[in-house]
C-alpha cells in the first residue's frame, strides 16, 4: 500500500468468500480487489455458460482472469484455495510470480497434503506462494464424523475469513504505530459512510471493483 499497491484477492468456489471478506466490506482495506471467476462473464464477454463447478480446475482460466483484472506491477495478490491443487489456483499463483508480485496463499495445509495435485505441473498452491496461511481445516474440511460415514461442520470458510480479518487489523496496527493514517471502509449504513469510502476510492480510481 505505501507503494501505491492493491491488494487483489481471488479464491474459487467457497474459497470466494475469503476474497469477499478482504475486499470491499466495512472495517477493511480500500485499496483491495476481488477477482471471480464471473468476472470472465461481466467483463470478458463469455456467455453464462461457461460458469460450472469445473471451470475451476482449467489452468487457461487463470490467464483470462489475470488479463481481465485492474492489476498494476504494485500489486500483492492473496489467493485462497482449501485444497490448493485445482488448476485455475495453481496456474493463477505461477502467473502472479512469473509477473513479480508478491503472492500470499490461504490453504488447509493438511487436505492439501493428501490429495494429488490437478494442475499439468503436479505443484500445489502452498509450494509457490512466498507466504502460506493454513486454515488449520483437515482433511475432507468438515469436523465432525457421522456413524455411517463422512463428516459435518466444513470450517475453511470460517478460519479463513478470520485469517483475512487478523491479517487487515495486523497491517493497520503497523501503520497506527508508524504515524500514518490507514485507508479503512466505514460502513455504507452509517451517517457519512459513502461520502468517506469515496473519497478514499477515488484514490484507486479504476483500480476496485465493487458490487459485481
Do not use: C, W
Not at 469477499?20 to 467483463?43: H, K, Q, W, Y
Request: hydrophobic fraction near 40%; glycine fraction near 12%.
Amino acid at each position: 500500500m505505501r507503494a501505491g499497491g492493491v491488494v487483489q484477492a481471488f479464491g474459487s468456489g467457497h474459497s470466494e468468500a475469503f476474497a469477499m471478506e478482504v475486499a470491499g466490506r466495512a472495517g477493511g482495506l480500500v485499496p483491495t480487489n476481488r477477482i471471480s471467476l464471473r468476472d470472465l462473464v461481466l467483463f470478458g464477454g463469455e456467455p453464462a455458460s461457461v460458469l460450472g463447478p469445473m471451470l475451476e480446475r482449467d489452468p487457461s482460466v487463470a490467464h483470462r482472469l489475470y488479463a481481465l483484472a485492474p492489476v498494476q506491477p504494485a500489486d500483492i495478490f492473496v489467493l485462497a484455495s482449501n485444497s490448493g491443487v485445482n488448476g485455475s489456483i495453481v496456474e493463477f499463483a505461477t502467473l502472479v510470480k512469473e509477473r513479480g508480485h508478491g503472492l500470499i496463499a490461504v490453504t488447509s495445509l493438511a487436505h492439501s497434503a493428501g490429495v494429488d495435485s490437478r494442475h499439468p505441473s503436479g505443484r500445489k498452491l502452498s509450494e509457490i506462494a512466498d507466504v502460506v496461511l493454513d486454515n488449520g481445516a483437515p482433511y475432507g474440511d468438515a469436523t465432525l464424523p457421522l456413524p455411517g460415514g463422512g463428516a459435518v461442520g466444513a470450517i475453511s470458510s470460517i478460519t479463513a475469513a478470520l485469517l483475512a480479518e487478523q491479517v487487515v487489523v495486523e497491517v493497520v496496527r503497523r501503520m497506527v504505530e508508524a504515524g500514518e493514517t490507514p485507508p479503512v471502509y466505514l460502513s455504507a449504513n452509517i451517517p457519512g459512510g459513502d461520502e468517506h469510502n469515496h473519497e478514499l476510492e477515488a484514490r484507486y480510481k479504476g483500480r476496485l471493483r465493487r458490487g459485481a
